[in-house]
């Protein structure tokens, strides 16, 4: 017989650690019993479904020492009961079993709602709000789904859950952007003039963002896409309120009338910087719209090519990862002159 064939997913899953989940680590880490050795955390990570991070973490928590031979000589081995037992103590020292303690009352009504009734997480969180708790502990749903991947709710696992726990959403507050709206706005309701750009007046717009850990100021990027006449504006954040507000600083700055004809129409991406679409496209002086906004599909930045790649331009002169916050506004005037020899020099 040959070695098990390996396998790697890219999907992360829990962070907790099960017992065969540890035994497998050990067995690729080692490379025994069959198993294909693998040292990389990253690698160990998309086999087993877990962030690299957790994978480190782990290793770190299992690592002992042997002595091999007779002569001093020492190796460090990733041991899975060492690690379990570890893990054991530490859940230990937090209340048996955390939360549901010895409990086994609670236990066997979740294991009995999900195996004949295939109630979920957040319907047996209902179901005991509604019907009353078989015991004084009380637990939530995120709770409950950490104790069903951890293997803490006997007889019963994250392969019993509807999804097997792969499609798990938090229930976080909603989403202001409007799938609908911006289907309603799609680039497949363009005028024909816009996409075979035969007339000026019509945008492409996004936003280029400073690097983690850095200030939340911005750039406002929009490229003209007959002309490719390319406008960089520095704003405050990427928040529909920052754009609005530049935008309505450029109606003032050149009136309604002469805005309506220099921007017929934008056409962005479904970020959330574009979600507020009624003051992206209303006029802050007159009652008529001042713009038309269009959005491109999901997860397709060629739609809007001549804006990529004009954002490649500018981080030619504001490296990625910069903070923007510390760029003057007179870079950025400059960047955007700049930008306009490199693409003279590029068709020449």
Known sequence: MGRKKLTIKSVCKHTHFTWEERLA???????????????????????????????????????MRHE??????????????????????????????????RDWALVEQISLLVTEHHYSPYAIIGHFNAKGWPSETRICEKTLYSYIATGHITGISEKNLLLEGKRRKSRGKPSRHSRAANAARSMDKRPKEINDRSIVGHWEIDTVYSGKECSPTCLLTLTERKTRVEIVRKIHDRTSESVNAEFDKMERQMGSVRFRSLFKSLSADNGMEFAGIAGLEGSILSSLPRTQLYFAHPYCSSERGANENHNGIIRRFIPKGSDIGLVAKRTVRETQEDMKISRFMKKS
């Open 25 to 63: 680590l050990q067995y690729h880490y080692s490379g025994t019993n069959r198993y294909q050795k693998i040292t990389s955390p990253t690698l160990l990570g998309r086999l087993l479904g877990k962030n690299e991070k957790t994978i480190r973490r782990e290793l770190k928590r299992g690592m």
């Open 68 to 101: 091999l031979g007779a002569e001093p000589f020492e190796r460090w081995e990733y041991n899975a009961d060492h690690a379990q037992y570890d893990a054991d103590s530490l859940s230990t020292a937090k209340g048996p079993d955390l939360k549901l303690g």
